[in-house]
């Protein structure tokens, strides 16, 4: 199966750039998602990238896709404190659907 | 709109003690998948259902079995609980003929501590 990995911590200052890092070994996956999932709650879609684009953005959100590299990473401008949770990367398996393979979480701290 | 509505939200059982988790969804979604999240470890898929009457194996399947009742409702049953299955679960819904590959919708979690 995917392995997806992920570091498990960042901390930036409230303002500043953050960028969160996943690397996958299955490049058949069709999709490449960011989750996002706050304290207590279940996950939610932030955005996506279809594997044949090397960039998408969507307002404060950018991520780029290297598949070369078989890298993935979600730039996060002007991080605010509502920004702080975790960020879970994830690809579609092969034979397709929606089983998800999911990195382990980068748990984001927005200090002031 | 609900979206996806899992039950009881924490539960403790005790080693050999059985219980189900619930979960209904009501955006008319062909698939449904349990998750269950360990720290350090992600989310790791226990079992899924592509569609009405069928279910298969995850990653992680051993110590559960899963029923897709009807379209709306996929429930996870752990037989014999174990304190390794001390977890957070998620029920998570799709339809993966949508664009975008089906976004997952995910349920609040059910936090089960198994002593």
């Known amino acids: 199966g995917e392995d997806v990995e992920q570091s498990l911590f960042l901390s930036v200052r409230e303002g500043d750039s953050s960028v969160i890092n996943c690397t996958y070994t299955?490049?058949?996956?069709?999709?490449l998602y960011w989750y996002k999932q706050e304290p207590g709650a279940g996950l939610q879609l932030l955005t996506y990238i279809f594997s044949n684009m090397d960039m998408k953005q969507d307002q404060r959100l950018t991520v780029l896709l290297n598949k070369k590299d078989k890298h993935l990473s979600l730039r996060i401008a002007d991080t605010q404190t509502g920004d702080s949770a975790i960020y879970f990367c994830?690809?579609?398996?092969?034979?397709?659907?929606?089983?998800?393979?999911f990195g382990t979480g980068t748990q984001l701290k927005v200090e002031l | 709109n609900a979206g996806v509505t899992q039950t009881p939200k924490f539960q403790v059982l005790k080693t050999g003690q059985s219980m189900t988790l619930q979960c209904a969804q009501d955006m008319n979604h062909n698939s449904m998948y349990w998750y269950r999240q360990d720290p350090g470890m992600g989310l790791r898929l226990i079992y899924y259902?592509?569609?009405?009457?069928?279910?298969d194996k995850g990653e992680v399947p051993n110590g559960y079995n899963v029923s897709r009742l009807n379209k709306r409702e996929f429930s996870l049953r752990l037989e014999s609980a174990a304190p390794s299955q001390t977890s957070v679960y998620f029920c998570?819904?799709?339809?993966?003929?949508?664009?975008?590959?089906?976004?997952?919708?995910f349920g609040e979690g059910s936090r089960l501590t198994v002593l």
């Open positions: 994830a690809g579609g398996g092969p034979g397709g659907g929606n089983k998800l393979t």
């Open positions: 998570a819904s799709s339809d993966p003929d949508r664009g975008q590959g089906g976004e997952l919708f």
């Open positions: 259902s592509a569609s009405e009457g069928t279910t």
């Open positions: 299955d490049s058949s996956s069709t999709y």
